[in-house]
Nanobody
Framework: QVQLVESGGGLVQAGGSLRLSCAAS????????MGWFRQAPGKERTFVTF???????YYADSVKGRFTISRDNAKNTVDLQMNSLKPEDTAIYYC?????????????????WGQGTQVTVSS
């Protein structure tokens, strides 16, 4: 069982920045693909970004150039640096782990999830 705990959400004005962090309980964290997804009220959970175990990354078009995912295998953490935030980035952000295989944009392919952290961007 992998436990994921997100932190770092909050309220920020448009154009501002936030850094989310996700801590994993599992020692084999370095073998996992880690992803970030988000879910706005009344909408489906959508892909934001992932980072493979080899460090390869992929971003949704909506966040490309503004968000950066990184991982620290020594600390079992994956971070999401969010810059130039927009009101449409407002959502609950979830960290997810995929135990086998490379990254995917489908949330159904991830095995474990954190509880989520709220990000609110005011205009």
């Amino acid at each position: 069982q992998v436990q994921l705990v997100e932190s770092g959400g909050g309220l920020v004005q448009a154009g501002g920045s936030l850094r989310l962090s996700c801590a994993a309980s599992e020692r084999t964290f370095s073998k996992y693909t880690m992803g970030w997804f988000r879910q706005a009220p009344g909408k489906e959970r959508t892909f934001v970004t992932f980072i493979n175990r080899n460090g390869g990354t992929y971003y949704a078009d909506s966040v490309k150039g503004r968000f950066t995912i990184s991982r620290d295998n020594a600390k079992n953490t994956v971070d999401l640096q969010m810059n130039s935030l927009k009101p449409e980035d407002t959502a609950i952000y979830y960290c997810a782990a995929r135990l086998v295989g490379y990254g995917t944009t489908s949330y159904r392919e991830y095995d474990y999830w954190g509880q989520g952290t709220q990000v609110t961007v005011s205009s």
